[in-house]
């Protein structure tokens, strides 16, 4: 599928032809990376964070939220969690917080390596090539980047560089591809994603968002549509840079499943979560629609209920409802439109078919 096409289905709204997009999707799921469904046990670790994203509740702009850091044995407990609900993978999100250490983490992934089976995933912001390094060889096998928006001027207008003259990577300029060129040098199974419906995103830059994934040949591939936080520059003065109206990209369910189908088509054997903030918009049936429509992967919360509110990145986060009985009833729901649920790890077999092409079978993730 060429960029002209991507954009077409994009602009589609006639549900009968969208019932096309989502039966080839689902079509390319099932042939590809086969009926199991993989559940990651999301572990939001930390809500400090350096920057000051125009979108993200979590930025130091948000004067006022109470902030927390889990130590080291409230994330092992999460991990133990993970493994009671059977889950094949433990991500460690948090937001870009220069009071987490490479060293520090790297003995967090280490405990949680030896102490599991889990497989780690990293979603912890833009942090230098050292300490990427050092989590891969502590143990983490992937880790996740969304780039946002591919539009140059959007993203930086969005998402600020760091003032020169502080600790870490401050003062460089923020190039999240880049990142994810380090993170494949360093053997990553590497994830990615954009949100859906950001102002000033145009028809054609989501098309190009969705081209690049292909292009980047990511193993992990989440988006999910724009949510405004009250609390965020972005709510706040989102007008200031619309986007022709016909050419604005609605932040909606229904363009959020266009996404997931479309991704799923461009690479056919990527891991595709249907993602929180699809499931924010529709608690109901939101990830269900997502997995039937090319996703493969729901990632529930298992972060200690007392600091899933304050990890507000958009207001109304599904998750903080996700206890005990959620768990069971998810893999209700799973069962219930034809899934199964993965057992084992889950790795991406575009990462692990990529290896194999390359001869890099030696270095596979740990
Ligand atoms: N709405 C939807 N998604 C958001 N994210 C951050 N803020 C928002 C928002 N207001 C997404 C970003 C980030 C991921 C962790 O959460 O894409 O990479």
């Given at each position: 599928m060429n960029f002209v096409e991507i954009h077409d289905w994009l602009r589609e709204t006639d549900d009968r032809r969208l019932e096309e997009l989502w039966r080839t999707a689902d079509d390319v799921r099932r042939r590809n990376v086969g009926d199991e469904v993989h559940l990651r046990g999301l572990t939001e670790f930390s809500n400090h964070c350096v920057r000051r994203c125009a979108y993200c509740g979590l930025g130091t702009h948000t004067r006022g939220l109470e902030r927390y850091r889990m130590n080291a044995d409230e994330i092992l407990a999460c991990a133990d969690r993970a493994v009671e609900l059977e889950y094949g993978t433990i991500v460690l999100q948090s937001g870009q917080d220069s009071g987490v250490s490479g060293q520090w983490l790297a003995d967090v992934i280490e405990r949680i390596r030896q102490q599991t089976p889990l497989a780690v995933t990293l979603s912890v912001g833009e942090r230098s090539e050292d300490e990427l390094a050092l989590w891969r060889r502590a143990g983490a096998g992937r880790y996740l980047l969304r780039f946002e928006t591919s539009d140059r001027t959007l993203y930086e207008r969005i998402h600020p560089d760091l003032p020169a003259g502080q600790a870490g990577l401050n003062g460089v300029r923020s190039d999240r591809i880049a990142i994810l060129h380090q993170l494949r040098e360093l053997g990553y199974e590497v994830g990615s994603g954009v949100m859906i419906g950001l102002p000033g995103q145009t028809y054609e830059t989501l098309a190009r968002d969705i081209e690049l994934f292909g292009e980047l040949d990511l193993d992990m591939i989440g988006s999910g549509p724009f949510i405004p936080n009250p609390h965020t520059p972005l709510a706040r003065n989102g007008d200031k840079h619309p986007a022709p109206a016909?050419?604005?990209?609605?932040?909606?369910?229904?363009?959020?499943?266009?996404?997931?189908?479309?991704?799923?088509?461009?690479?056919?054997?990527?891991?595709?979560?249907?993602?929180?903030?699809?499931?924010?918009?529709?608690?109901?049936?939101?990830?269900?629609?997502?997995?039937?429509?090319?996703?493969?992967?729901?990632?529930?919360?298992?972060?200690?209920?007392?600091?899933?509110?304050?990890?507000?990145?958009?207001?109304?986060?599904?998750?903080?409802?996700?206890?005990?009985?959620?768990?069971?009833?998810?893999k209700e729901r799973i069962l219930a439109i034809g899934g199964r649920v993965g057992e084992g790890r889950g790795d991406s077999l575009n990462y692990i078919n990529r290896r194999i092409t390359n001869k890099e079978v030696a270095t596979c993730a740990r």
């Open positions: 016909d050419r604005q990209v609605p932040n909606s369910e229904t363009m959020s499943y266009k996404v997931i189908a479309l991704t799923r088509i461009i690479c056919p054997q990527a891991n595709i979560p249907a993602t929180t903030a699809v499931a924010t918009l529709n608690g109901r049936t939101g990830y269900e629609s997502g997995l039937r429509r090319g996703a493969n992967v729901v990632m529930p919360n298992v972060t200690p209920p007392r600091y899933r509110a304050l990890y507000e990145i958009y207001p109304a986060k599904a998750g903080v409802e996700q206890d005990g009985d959620y768990h069971s009833l998810l």
